[in-house]
Nanobody
């Protein structure tokens, strides 16, 4: 079955960097839209960065443009989120999401989720 496992979160000072990993199993990345989402305390989960290989479309949350990048290694079936110049407002639980390309509305997936990894940015 589809499984997503995130790792790489932690505590970092403002201005620092982290790279999150999402290992996917049960499906091939080629056929799925992938995305990174976060949920800050007391807030709803929001899309941060998504990519759909069907048309190469990418979604960026405005506040992460120029700081966050997403990449994937199809051989390792792993998706990465590189986060630079982290700010306290980037704090939250980061989730990896996936959905078969043909079912996605827009660019961001909304079907399968990992368990999340905590990112805390101190000021």
């Amino acid at each position: 079955q589809v499984q997503l496992v995130e790792s790489g979160g932690g505590l970092v000072q403002a201005g620092g960097s982290l790279t999150l990993s999402c290992v996917a199993s049960g499906f091939a990345l080629d056929y799925y839209a992938m995305g990174w989402f976060r949920q800050a305390p007391g807030k709803e989960r929001e899309a941060v960065l998504c990519f759909s290989s069907s048309d190469g479309s990418t979604y960026y949350k405005d506040s992460v443009k120029g700081r966050f990048t997403m990449s994937q290694d199809n051989e390792k079936n792993t998706v990465y989120l590189r986060m630079n110049s982290l700010q306290p407002e980037d704090t939250g639980v980061y989730y990896c999401g996936a959905e078969r390309i043909e079912y996605v509305i827009g660019t961001c997936p909304n079907d399968y989720w990992g368990q999340g990894t905590q990112v805390t940015v101190s000021s």
